[in-house]
């Protein structure tokens, strides 16, 4: 008797072992699959069914065997569209009454039938979890692109953050406010778009398309195809940037003059880093030339007034920059950029 007994035990535990394998096994599948395949759904249902189906079971364990299993397959594929679509699954659930018995239908095409009221109640706050979790994400993004994409896409053609879509703006704002903020951030993105295009023509060639647009006369297709109001802001972005401080502009537009800015370990680097920017600027036909990116014209102003301690040391960069310019033109040049930092420099 006590040997059967355990041979019975054995082949209990054993067939629980190759059970939960199996269930593991079809749930991962669950997981992994389309939640709307409903035909692969069954299949991998009735498969872990199958299983107890084989199983040496009191007839009420079964019953309680199978319960937890269509539950617990159901589960897998609700927090598989959970994953994909939070909003979707929590609308789906929020149908379902959160108390009472199991709901009658089909549990493939109605996944909350084989749901206990307590399964819908924690898959439900599940999905609103994942639900705000999607509309904080969008959030983010939004407020990040709207700020960073226009400039990243205008200086470098490119955007490297999430970039939000209509449904981001739908999602957080509503139909018609998302809609209008949408249409305003594609916009700005074009007018980006628009302006680095636009990063190595000439000043003439510039101001020549803003004449042009004005009288409402094109020159090209690609004028013709866009919105006048988008040249003009991408227009005017490049000769404001020209303007505000040329020698950043041409190191940001062209990789030799970065390469020579990044090469300044000595004299003879700064003023090699100098006529290239000098010269890109008189190509692209800036005419108030300045040598220097104005980030390094304020670092030799503050090498200048730096305390007695550290002066010797700091004014390297000051030497390097005045004391070694031959060409008296770029000299001059050079006096009055610093001049003109130092001035804007005391204002701040």
């Not at 009472?100 to 999905?127: K, N, T």
């Not at 018609?176 to 190595?200: L, N, P, S, V, W």
């Not at 000439?202 to 004449?211: F, G, M, P, V, Y």
């Amino acid at each position: 008797m006590r040997m059967a007994m355990r041979q019975l035990q054995r082949r209990a535990r054993y067939e629980q072992d190759q059970l939960s394998a199996a269930q593991a096994e079809e749930l991962d599948t669950i997981a992994k699959s389309d939640p709307d395949d409903h035909a692969a759904f069954d299949a991998a249902r009735h498969a872990g069914l199958d299983l107890i189906a084989k199983m040496n079971l009191d007839p009420q364990i079964r019953l309680q065997t199978e319960a937890a299993w269509r539950e617990r397959a159901v589960t897998a594929r609700i927090e598989a569209l959970i994953a994909r679509d939070p909003g979707r699954a929590t609308e789906m659930l929020s149908a379902a009454p959160v108390a009472g018995d199991r709901q009658a239908g089909d549990p493939v095409v109605d996944p909350r039938a084989d749901l206990s009221p307590d399964g819908i109640r924690r898959l439900l706050r599940q999905a609103r979890a994942a639900t705000m979790n999607r509309l904080i994400e969008a959030r983010a993004n939004i407020d990040l692109a709207s700020q960073n994409a226009p400039d990243a896409i205008a200086n470098t053609g490119s955007y490297s953050g999430t970039m939000p879509n209509a449904a981001d703006f739908t999602a957080v704002y509503g139909v018609e406010e998302g809609g209008e903020r949408y249409q305003e951030f594609g916009r700005k993105i074009d007018a980006g778009r628009q302006a680095f295009g636009m990063r190595t023509m000439l000043n003439l060639a510039i101001q020549a398309l803003l004449s042009n647009t004005a009288s409402g006369a094109t020159n090209s297709q690609q004028e013709v195809q866009t919105n006048p109001d988008l040249l003009v802001e991408a227009a005017k972005r490049n000769l404001g940037a020209r303007t505000a401080d040329p020698g950043a502009y041409v190191r940001q537009v062209f990789s030799a003059v970065d390469a020579a800015w990044k090469n300044v370990s000595n004299t003879k680097g700064y003023q090699n880093a100098m006529l290239w920017s000098v010269s890109a600027q008189r190509q692209l036909g800036i005419e108030d030339v300045q040598p220097l990116p104005n980030s390094i014209a304020e670092d030799a102003i503050m090498s200048l007034i730096g305390n007695k301690s550290q002066r010797e040391a700091t004014r390297a960069l000051s030497r390097s920059l005045l004391g070694d310019t031959v060409d008296p033109n770029l000299r001059m040049s050079l006096i009055k950029q610093l001049i003109y930092v130092s001035v804007m420099m005391s204002l701040q």
